[in-house]
């Protein structure tokens, strides 16, 4: 639990300009998670495919999360309101 709480105290101390990168690399995992399924491959393949980038869109959006914090998030979310309404 020591080692947990290590990580999450150092991916804490990061940027909000590094949050926004690694929230950015979930969407892109997002989309190759998916967007994978249009190719011709064995379906096992697809499954496995979409099992790593799913799994690494989850661990990059967890991450964001924490690095982001909540003033992160709120902060990205008036970005978004304020870019939406211009």
Do not use: D, H, N
């Amino acid at each position: 639990m020591q080692i947990i709480s290590k990580g999450i105290q150092y991916l804490r101390t990061l940027s909000f300009r590094t949050g926004v990168i690694i929230a950015a690399l979930c969407a892109l995992c997002y989309g190759l998670s998916f967007a994978q399924m249009l190719l011709p491959l064995p379906a096992v393949t697809k499954g496995v495919l979409w099992f790593v980038f799913f799994g690494l869109a989850k661990t990059c959006q967890y991450t964001a999360i924490l690095i982001l914090g909540k003033a992160g998030v709120e902060r990205l979310r008036k970005f978004f309101k304020s870019s939406k309404s211009s």
